[in-house]
């Protein structure tokens, strides 16, 4: 892998986690300073699924999954189908650059 490569997927990998913590944040941890890695597990995933060029459903099931599944929360269907709404967006930006 080139450096301009490397250089893309840490851009990816950045922004993910950024919008993961900042607009996802399911369980609400993102003002806590000690909680800032916690969705950095799910980073590569998502990261995957954008690059893979994956629809917004593909994106909505893996997120409710987190929610309702792994985290065992309630989930807001329609929260969570805007955010992989913005994750498109974010790829679309980033393909961009």
Do not use: C
Not at 45 to 53: Q, S
Not at 91 to 97: I, M, S
């Amino acid at each position: 892998m080139n450096l301009n490569n490397l250089d893309k997927v840490r851009q990816y990998q950045n922004a993910i986690r950024d919008a993961l913590l900042k607009e996802w944040d399911p369980i609400g941890i993102n003002a806590i300073a000690e909680a800032q890695d916690e969705y950095d597990a799910y980073v590569w995933t998502v990261y995957k699924l954008l690059i893979e060029g994956k629809q917004k459903n593909d994106i909505l099931d893996y997120l409710w999954w987190l929610e309702t599944e792994h985290m065992g929360l309630t989930g807001d269907r329609q929260a969570t189908e805007r955010f992989a709404e913005r994750l498109l967006r974010l790829r679309a930006d980033l393909e961009r650059e």
